[in-house]
């Protein structure tokens, strides 16, 4: 009876609410103001394309040019409202579970947040600070992969740091002296994020163009700075973006100065000693005298089955959970539970003082994910250098990707700090000196090395390829600072035999001299990706050549090499049976019968990109389609 009369006040509270919304909005403006201005004044709304992308973590395109890059975010439109592939707009590396299916694919991280969605990001600066009302963006290609749009308090543009908003976070640290809990404050640079709309991946069935905005979150600071966050996991080709606008107020919304009073169902209970029972923990025994239960039977189950429950929590729960009690603080606190660390979905609030917290739990530590951290001064060499030397020493897995606060320095901590390292990834770490990438010879153990668009030069990377003898799998895509391929190649032969995977995107300069010797000399490679290497001719004999020395081939990439022909296609369906990927997209001279005869000899194959292929019509596919189901045979278009 108690609970249906809550009810019932709850949802006459939240009529009232609703009815008087307006009217007591403008009252308690006019109260505020009171004696300041008599009239308000009406905010005109702003509208704005974006002035300038600044930073982001990959995409398809080249670094010297402007097709398919990020950059053709800024400004107005160059496609919509039209549908289909164009190179003006912005496109991202990967898409789809092509990637995570590949051996070269990293283990995923334990812990890591169910919300947390995001693959690749962008950031836009815009012209003029506002109070977001709405964000869109045109989607012009298979749209449906962001998962996030958020704001930052930071003005690019300006010199001075806001004085209005400062973003503090409290870390919870136990003294073992006092036996209490202390509240730690760190300041985070200047830089306040604030999510604007998250949603999961969704999967959009048509490819068609379409505006997306939606719903976004008030802000009580005006922005103009937005990250779009994408995932495309479940599309099934390349989403491409055409412009992204942002709308607001100059003014601060008058809605957004009234606090509704917000009354949450949950919130309500039968009575108050359902609230707050301070005596819970005890009961009354027959005699009328009172038993501390304690935590019950919960500190007798066996440590390593309390470890096992512990270890299903998240990393900020975790943290959480040590303020409970000491039995749970010991759990919470066993480095045991941090031999994983991935802080990648906690970008936005990491600082020094956030490692620092962490730095006396993380001793055992083996893999560790810092991607997308630190940006801004969030991140300094000290906070970083501290916690490497205390932490690295069992590091072998560690992810930096388009972590901008890396310097030579940091490059010089991780050498020596961490000398059993077997993975590293640097990706888009574009602002690093070249001179910083000769420290990595010194990881003589590695075995994956991930520095896509990254400036290492010539020099460093066979340096590296001299002592780092066990890669196994190798990226250099879109690394434009290495003059000559064909050099890096034939060290690559001679030196990491066996390498498993080998990363070409977009090098500029390889020839069939270079592929000749690293086919000769890496006869395990696995995966192999030549897309947009343009110096490559198939009239040289070279992707033959290639098909014949490599059976393990289970990947190869070949993307608009216009002169792969039936010749090619033929050798790697008599040589390369367990071939899963093959893209071919912009070759005008393969038919659909060398097609035929590659999906009968290869029956492991999932993914075939004929795109542009102009000997091969939508007609052809849809055949082929019918004939191989299990085969996801890609055609774009250009409408």
Request: hydrophobic letters at 35%; proline letters at 5%; one cysteine or more.
């Amino acid at each position: 009876m108690l609970t249906l009369l809550s009810m019932f006040y709850y949802i006459c509270l939240r009529r009232r609410s609703r009815s008087g919304t307006r009217g007591e909005a403008l009252t308690s403006r006019r109260a505020v103001e009171s004696g300041q201005r008599a009239t308000l004044p009406i905010s005109v709304e702003v509208e704005q394309y974006a002035k300038e992308v600044l930073d982001f973590s990959s995409h398809y395109g080249s670094e010297n040019s402007m097709s398919y890059t990020m950059w053709n975010l800024a400004g107005m439109p160059n496609v919509y409202p039209s549908s289909g592939d164009f190179t003006q707009t912005a496109v991202f590396r990967a898409y789809g579970t092509w990637w995570e299916q590949c051996a070269s694919a990293p283990l995923p991280f334990r812990r890591t947040p169910k919300a947390f969605h995001s693959q690749d990001y962008i950031e836009l600066a815009f012209e003029e600070p506002v109070y977001p009302t709405a964000v869109e963006v045109l989607e012009t290609y298979h749209p449906g992969a962001i998962v996030q749009i958020m704001a930052c308090s930071l003005n690019p543009f300006s010199q001075n740091p806001p004085t209005d908003v400062s973003h503090f976070h409290t870390f919870p640290i136990y003294h073992p002296a006092s036996h209490c809990w202390l509240a730690s404050e760190a300041k985070q640079g200047w830089s306040r994020w604030e999510v604007l709309w998250a949603e999961e991946p969704t999967k959009v069935l048509t490819p068609q163009a379409r505006q997306f905005s939606p719903s976004i979150k008030q802000l009580s600071f005006p922005t103009n700075l937005i990250r779009v966050e994408v995932n495309s996991s479940l599309l099934k080709y390349y989403t491409e973006l055409d412009a992204v606008v942002l709308r607001g107020q100059k003014e601060r919304p008058i809605l957004s100065l009234y606090k509704m009073p917000r009354i949450d169902i949950c919130d309500l209970s039968d009575s108050d000693e359902e609230l707050s029972d301070p005596g819970a923990s005890f009961r009354q025994a027959g005699d009328g005298k009172h038993i501390n239960l304690g935590n019950g039977y919960f500190d007798k189950l066996p440590y390593e089955l309390i470890q096992l429950i512990v270890s299903h929590l998240t990393l900020p729960d975790l943290c959480r959970l040590t303020q409970t009690c000491k039995l749970l603080h010991q759990h919470c606190c066993d480095p045991l539970q941090y031999i994983q660390l991935s802080l990648q979905p906690y970008w936005a609030r990491l600082s020094d003082t956030s490692l620092g917290h962490l730095q006396g739990r993380c001793t055992l530590l083996q893999r560790l994910n810092l991607s997308w951290t630190g940006n801004r001064g969030a991140l300094t060499l000290t906070g970083f250098s501290s916690f490497m030397k205390a932490c690295g020493g069992s590091l072998v897995c560690l992810e930096l990707s388009c972590c901008h606060f890396l310097s030579e320095p940091c490059l010089e901590v991780i050498s020596q700090t961490c000398p059993g390292l077997q993975e590293l990834n640097l990706s888009s770490c574009d602002r690093l000196h070249p001179q910083a990438f000769t420290h990595i010879s010194k990881l003589t153990q590695l075995r994956r090395l991930v520095l896509y668009r990254t400036k290492i030069e010539q020099t460093a990377m066979l340096s590296i390829l001299t002592f780092c003898i066990e890669l196994r799998h190798l990226n250099l895509g879109s690394c434009v600072m290495i003059d000559d391929y064909d050099v890096v190649a034939s060290m690559l032969a001679v030196r990491c035999r066996s390498l498993r995977s080998l990363d070409l995107w977009r090098c500029r300069n390889l020839t069939e001299r270079g592929l000749a010797e690293l086919a000769a000399g890496c006869r395990l490679l696995e995966e192999l990706d030549l897309g947009w290497c343009s110096t490559l001719q198939s009239s040289s004999g070279c992707f033959q050549h290639l098909a014949r020395n490599l059976p393990c081939l289970r990947k190869l990439f070949l993307t608009a090499n216009r002169t792969v022909c039936d010749s090619d296609i033929e050798e790697l369906a008599a040589n390369c049976p367990a071939l899963q990927h093959l893209d071919i997209l912009g070759t005008r001279m393969v038919s659909s019968s060398s097609l035929r005869k590659l999906l009968q000899a290869c029956p492991k194959l999932l993914l075939l990109d004929v795109s542009f292929c102009s000997q091969v019509d939508a007609r052809i596919v849809q055949e082929l389609c019918g004939l191989f189901p299990n085969v996801a045979i890609k055609k774009s278009f250009t409408q």
